[in-house]
């Protein structure tokens, strides 16, 4: 029998042995993460232009209400998926730990997505698509209330999201602090983008200019705090920087979902009122795509970064 090679490897690990064990985590959950990011950030955003905007406002972006609730309603399904088991979601519900953030997440899913749920009903009731029956009952529906609790609840979901991969000992993942602002960022800018998408038909030049300076802060921020992710990673990040996670971070994430989308909006300012919507349209779609992307890329290259020995051990080392 061959004898193992026992010895310390050059990278600085334990006896080639990776330090920690790699993440089992499957496809649900970045997709997960994209779903409730954008719910968070579309509902965000109607919410916005419901409580500070003008009618016009108010009309053409109550498509987000929507939007949230449909975002919404996999992001339990696909949770439970990944545990394996019904029960498993039920029992996080049983205790409420604010400090965890997997239970705080759990526990702000099911608050929020009641939340949205009543809020598209209410929205439904009010632009007459409801039988008579539910559209009287939506009336009841307190939709300022809602709003504001619910914009809270959106946030929270967006980021704790980065929060919660923080909180492992991947080093890709737990490296940065910037993971949740970064989540963030993205969720509000692919949120505006849903909403926009929704609301290029019927919302006037105004209200689509508006939604776009959103969206474009959005990515300005996301842009900015991904260079900042990568750099305060150092090592950990050396996964997206190579095959195969490299073109879905720096193609997918930061080009198609980040630069394409701000070239594009400074390309329409010049042009008539026909290309504008043509050319936001573009951009929304292109902004949602790499909203997952990004998420995509971060969650598979950290499962790869758990085999880096030397990354972990750097971690795990106190600073001088």
């Known amino acids: 029998m061959a004898e193992a090679n026992l010895s310390p490897s050059p990278s600085g690990g334990y006896y080639n042995y990776p ?18 990011g954008i719910a968070g950030g579309a509902y965000l955003t109607s919410s916005a232009a419901g409580l ?48 965890s953030p997997m239970n705080l997440g759990a526990w702000t899913l099911a608050g929020f997505t009641p939340m949205a749920v009543a809020r598209a009903m209410a929205q439904a009731g009010g632009e007459a698509r409801l039988p008579m029956l539910l559209s009287l009952l939506s009336r009841l529906v307190p939709s300022r209330l809602l709003e504001l ?13 980065g929060v919660l991969l923080g909180a492992t000992n991947v080093p890709l993942w737990a490296k940065s602090k910037l993971l949740p602002g970064l989540f963030t960022a993205s969720a509000v800018s692919a949120g505006a983008a849903a909403v926009s998408w929704s609301a290029e038909r019927s919302a006037s030049d105004r209200t689509l ?28 990040a050396r996964p997206l920087m190579a095959r195969p996670y490299a073109l879905p971070f720096w193609g997918g994430a930061v080009g198609l979902g980040g630069i394409v989308p701000l070239v594009l909006r400074l390309a329409a300012r010049g042009g008539s009122n026909r290309t504008k919507r043509r050319l ?31 990354a ?3 971690m795990a080392t106190p600073k001088e």
């Open 209 to 236: 200019a508006k939604l776009a300076t959103v969206e474009t802060a959005g990515t300005l921020g996301e842009l900015g705090l991904a260079f900042g992710y990568i750099r305060q990673s150092g090592r950990a």
């Open 52 to 99: 500070f905007g003008d009618d016009d406002d108010r009309r053409a972006t109550g498509g987000g209400f929507y939007i949230a609730a449909g975002a919404l309603l996999p992001c339990a399904p696909l949770l439970i998926a990944d545990l394996g088991r019904p029960d498993r979601f039920h029992f996080m519900l049983r205790i409420f730990k604010p400090l």
């Open 149 to 161: 609790s619910g914009s809270v609840f959106g946030l929270v979901l967006a980021g704790y999201t």
């Open 280 to 310: 936001g349209t573009v951009a929304a779609a292109c902004t949602i795509i790499g909203s997952l992307a990004l998420r995509w890329s971060i969650f598979e290259a950290g499962k790869k970064s758990s085999e880096d020995q030397q």
């Open 19 to 36: 330090v920690i064990r790699r993440p089992v985590w499957t496809w649900e959950i970045p997709v997960y993460f994209w779903l409730g």
């Open 312 to 314: 972990s051990m750097e």
